[in-house]
């Protein structure tokens, strides 16, 4: 038997809810409000609480950052109107889950079980958010997003959010790697300070490690100034490195020494400079494949895997599909949103989307046009098609002659080999299969020296 506290503003609710729990053995207290609540807390050996959101004055989120400076209890999110910043913000405060309105008895079991053994010991050691980054924060909802898989996404980022610890955003294209990194900035400790996003698969490989680190005036050829470089940008906030999956392996082992030591030298430099800003990473590629095909290094992946967050691919979403499709409906809307017809909202459900939310936004933006009413048919809705990867035989990439598609293929694995190589071009001609004079002399046919 354990002491809990229900708030809720709804007697009703808040009888059945007791009824329940009391029938599972508990010795229940009730609060119609967040001040009754606080009080209790002071007052009686509350082992847990369970609070709804919505209430009556201040609501269960200003109850989680004024319960922390009495008693560290668990405290259960319970709402009808779970969002994704809502989340968010009760696990940053410290609540031990957010679970929706109504609450099966078997989920409120499974939760008390997981909650109670772990009482206060365990709790105090946790790190105390700062109620005063988004306590007045959480208007615009940016992330949307109902489904069971993506309030676990949510769970996950309000809990890292309060740490420091690195982050590996994973994820399919288009699935919102980006858009949860700035999540966990906007709701972290360093919410004030920049978030600089770096995409590696854009960055030529000669140039990355300076971009990153900065460098010296003179430290290379075209060195004619310094250069202050992303780690030093971002100080003070969150450096956001996107397709680290195609940073090149020498490159690797560099982030991964800023990783452990937190500290890094501009190209050319003889100072050292301390890391101040906190890392989080995403690719769309699957990096234990790459790991095992040399490409990508096993002791920076370990050192990444302290906290993934795996987004699932939006036909994995189940109702967010739908849920998304009228936030870009209402957001991309210089009036009254248009709305969808069944017709419409079928074809958006048979489709698999393997662009996911990106794809998604674009489709909804081009019906948008295409109708000239206050509704979307069927026949507005059109997708792209799907660009065809080209493997190794140059295959679905043919669209010209024989000859030009193999010129391009050739040319796409040199730039591969180069890229994974970190521009080593005796690995890369390795890679290849080629002799170092064969590769110098295709860079040159390609125009790539
Ligand atoms: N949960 C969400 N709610 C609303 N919009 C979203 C959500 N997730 C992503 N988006 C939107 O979808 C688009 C793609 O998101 P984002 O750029 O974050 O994806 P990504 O996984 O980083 O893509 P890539 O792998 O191509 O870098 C953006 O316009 C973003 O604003």
Known sequence: MAHLLIIDDDPAFRSSLSEML??????????????????CLRTAPVELVITDLKLTGEDGLSFLRQAQAIKAVPCIM????????????????GAFDHLTKPVSRQKLMETLQRALPERSADRESRPE????????????????????????VFKHIGLAAATEATVLILGETGTGKEEVARALHRNSLRAHGPFVAVNCAAIPAELMESELFGHVKGAFTGAVADRKGYL???????????EIGDMPLALQAKILRVLEAREFSPVGAQTVLALDARIIAATHRDLPAAVRAGQFREDLWYRLQVMPIALPPLRARGEDLLLLAQHFLASEAAGTPKRLTAEAAQQLVQHDWPGNIRELRNTIARAQILSHHAWIEAEHISFTPRPQAADASGRGAATGTLAETL??????????????????RSEAARKLGLSRQQLYRKLEEHGLT
């Open 407 to 424: 010129q391009q293929v050739e040319r796409e694995m040199i730039e591969r080999a180069l890229r994974e190589s970190g521009d080593n």
């Open 129 to 152: 958010a700062d109620a005063s980054l988004t306590a007045d924060n959480p208007t615009a909802e940016r992330l949307i997003g109902n489904s069971e898989c993506m309030r676990e």
């Open 78 to 93: 319970l709402t009808a109107y779970a969002s994704g910043s809502n989340t968010i913000e009760a696990m940053r405060l």
């Open 22 to 39: 009391s029938d599972l053995g508990h010795h229940v207290l009730e609060a119609g409000h967040v001040q009754a609540g606080l009080h």
């Open 232 to 242: 030093r940008q971002a100080t003070g906030g969150t450096l956001f490195l996107d």
